[in-house]
């Protein structure tokens, strides 16, 4: 998956791998060998492309890239922000761009919403105190 999302962004980015691989003090021989999944980079390095491209490392390992890059917005405040995967458990990662417009930060409570016969799931940011009428 690594090789297929370093791709990715690199091609998504528009650079060429010696380009790449200078961003990240590496040969351009490296890029190339873990684009075609013959070696990868190591840990140091993983943090270092993650953190450029504001992924997280189990996101550029596990998850492809490709699939989660789509924010539409869909009509008049309403959006599409991406796919994320459901962690062992049960840990999801909301997108920067839906953190970012909705204001959630570290902290902040969020109420899980579900609907079994349609099959969809939602989360409502809200205040404790104003949820229970003490606000």
Not at 89 to 98: C, E, F, L, T
Request: hydrophobic share 40%; with cysteine.
């Amino acid at each position: 998956m690594i090789a297929d999302n370093i791709r990715y962004l690199r091609n998504k980015e528009g650079i060429s791998q010696a380009e790449f691989a200078e961003r990240f003090g590496v040969s351009r021989q490296s890029v190339a060998k873990w684009e075609s999944s013959e070696s990868a980079p190591d840990v140091f390095k993983c943090r270092d492309i993650a953190d450029y491209y504001d992924v997280s490392i189990n996101v550029l390992l596990d998850f492809p890239l490709e699939e989660r890059d789509f924010q539409l917005e869909t009509s008049e405040g309403k959006y599409i922000f991406g796919i994320v995967k459901v962690g062992d458990r049960g840990q999801v990662v909301i997108p920067k761009h839906a953190r970012e417009i909705f204001k959630i930060a570290p902290g902040d409570r969020l109420m899980v919403m579900g609907d079994t016969v349609k099959g969809g799931i939602a989360f409502a940011k809200v205040s404790i105190g104003k949820f229970f009428g003490k606000e």
